[in-house]
């Protein structure tokens, strides 16, 4: 049993077994580890030791292996790690690596000029670029460096996460030496991974579900890590195939993805044998095992820690599963903070009533939750009392199986009715043709909100505005409440980094948009084009009733 990730980092130091595949270079566990020694050498002459924290290193890199090498090195050195999301703007990014406190800034050719010229903080000679001969000059000053003396304590950080921003600006998550340890050895039973198991990473980096459902599981035991650069649909079969992948790891919408490529006639007989991931429909699930002849697993975790939830073979089809060890986990209203009703289901398996939707909190675990970087303000959010509140929302049933219902953020309030985006959005993504449909909230010209959704479609489908309202009609547990005020048909939903569903531009354009919109006709099923007759009507009503600031621009 270790108790750092310091310590998983060098179990490896001697092992020639391949640790890393990458394009059409290969590395063993022993040269992967070597490169770890070097650059934490390389560090220790680079950055004086600050006074009061570790040195921090921020890693702007697509999925390369630097990437990896520093992964290790930050461990050994006693560093930490900063994942820096590449797919934020150079300003946002230049707030975060500020707000992170980042000594030296890792990068290469295809995003250095994202940290070029914007008031990051970090000083020239610290910003290197791995493709760059400088710094391999640099690095080859250190090469055959001995592992360090002093190993990290658990208390020491490992790593700062940048959370996804799916719910508003991101969060620097802390991970500790030791929790990063302890995960990994959880972890390694939980997806069942061996020695001879080929791990497929497309997933980024920077995020913690790459780092902690993938590299540090397979470092853990030796396993074989088949790397891309980035997340492709339309290479993932042939990766899986070429690498010879037994286990992938993946979030938000990349078994969807996947499923829009066409079949490659050796998916069936794949070496794959699980998926493991989150926020995937049950539909895309069921195809998604199918089409790879594997087993795919949906679980809930978060890059806080705290608790996670894990599905059985006795778990309900679309559930989350029931927390894992001891957890105490309750479904509460965040009003009241009262516990809200067990959920019940319909014939067909539906919620009857969103009464029972609430926040998901794990009483009495707010001490294990090591905390946001410097963010007071995001911290009082999840701790309250002794108890830490996820942000996450969902509900519970009679046997005690958890079922997720969206971000704390997606909740909706139509004529003094709370509701969740999550159940709307399972009704509207059963229609044939939408790939995608997510459900938010815009102003109502009156009070509270109304219901709008985008809509991606499906590659040859086109979206028909009396199909839709049909659909929507037949479906019995679809509330008066939840029918969508505006439809809006985009050619792709927009992601976050690390590939979840970014609701907040969506937001904040509402219907101010030039993709098409359909509009609601009056309490019908009926959905027409909204033009610009209809969009001054709408610019009226904020007016008369003072609403004026709320109407998006």
């Known amino acids: 049993m270790v108790e750092t990730f310091a310590e998983v980092v060098r179990l490896r130091a001697d092992d020639d077994k391949t640790g890393l595949l990458f394009e059409d270079d290969s590395w063993t566990w022993r040269e992967i580890v070597q490169a770890g020694a070097d650059r934490a050498a390389a560090l220790a002459d680079l950055v004086p030791q600050p006074a009061d924290r570790q040195v921090h290193v921020g890693v702007l890199l697509e999925n390369v292996p630097d990437f990896v090498f520093w992964l290790c090195a930050g461990p050994l050195a006693g560093a930490v790690i900063v994942g820096v999301n590449a797919s934020r703007s150079g300003p946002e990014l230049a707030h975060d690596i500020q707000h992170a406190d980042i000594d030296v800034l890792i990068t290469e050719d295809k995003l250095a000029h994202l940290v070029t010229d914007t008031g990051h903080g970090v000083p020239a000679e610290r910003v290197l670029n791995v493709d760059g001969p400088a710094y391999r000059e640099w690095l080859g000053r250190y090469k055959g460096s001995p592992l360090p003396t002093e190993i990290p304590g658990p208390e020491l950080l490992a790593l700062l996460m940048f959370s996804s921003g799916s719910t508003g600006a991101p969060k620097a998550v802390i991970v500790g030496q030791g929790r990063l340890g302890r995960l990994v050895e959880a972890l390694v039973d939980r997806i069942s991974l061996r020695r001879d198991s080929v791990t497929y990473l497309s997933m980024p980096l920077f995020h913690g579900n790459a780092v902690m459902m993938n590299l540090a599981t397979a470092m853990r035991v030796g396993a074989t890590v088949g790397m891309t650069r980035k997340f492709t649909a339309g290479g993932f079969s042939a990766d899986i195939h070429r690498f010879?992948?037994?286990?992938?790891?993946?979030?938000?919408?990349?078994?969807?993805?996947?499923?829009?490529?066409?079949?490659?006639?050796?998916?069936?007989?794949?070496?794959?044998?699980?998926?493991?991931?989150?926020?995937?429909?049950?539909?895309?699930?069921?195809?998604?095992?199918?089409?790879?002849?594997?087993?795919?697993?949906?679980?809930?975790?978060?890059?806080?820690?705290?608790?996670?939830?894990?599905?059985?073979a006795e778990s309900p089809s679309q559930s989350l599963g029931r927390p894992q060890g001891d957890a105490d986990i309750r479904v509460l209203d965040p009003a009241t903070g009262v516990e809200c009703p067990r959920a019940e289901f319909d014939e067909d398996g539906r919620l009857i009533d969103a009464a029972a939707i609430g926040e998901m909190v794990a009483v009495g675990l707010a001490h294990t939750f090591e905390g946001y970087y410097k963010n007071p303000g995001a911290m009082a959010d999840r701790v309250k009392g002794d108890d830490f509140w996820s942000g996450d929302l969902g509900y519970r049933d009679a046997d005690g199986w958890f079922y997720f219902a969206g971000r704390s953020s997606d909740w909706l309030r139509v004529d003094s009715e709370n509701f969740s985006a999550a159940p709307v959005e399972r009704v509207l993504q059963r229609m044939p043709g939408i790939a995608a449909a997510p459900v938010f909230a815009v102003p109502d010209p009156r009070t509270g909100d109304k219901v709008m959704c985008a809509v991606e479609l499906e590659p040859g489908a086109r979206f028909d505005p009396a199909e839709f309202g049909a659909h929507l009609e037949k479906q019995p547990e679809m509330g008066a409440k939840w029918w969508p005020s505006f439809v809006r048909v985009v050619e792709a939903i927009p992601l976050t980094g690390s590939g979840k569903v970014n609701k907040a531009p969506l937001r904040n354009a509402a219907w101010v948009t030039d993709d098409p919109v359909y509009a609601r006709v009056g309490r019908t099923s009926g959905y027409a084009l909204l033009d610009e007759e209809r969009r001054s009507e709408i610019e009226s009503e904020f007016r008369s009733h003072g609403r004026i600031a709320l109407l998006p621009r």
Not at 262 to 267: A, F, H, L, S
Not at 294 to 303: D, I, K, R
């Open 244 to 312: 010879g992948a037994t286990f992938v790891n993946y979030v938000g919408r990349a078994l969807s993805y996947v499923l829009t490529t066409p079949e490659d006639p050796r998916d069936r007989t794949s070496t794959l044998e699980l998926a493991f991931g989150t926020e995937a429909s049950e539909t895309d699930v069921t195809r998604f095992a199918e089409r790879f002849g594997c087993t795919v697993l949906e679980g809930y975790g978060l890059s806080e820690g705290v608790f996670r939830l894990g599905r059985t």
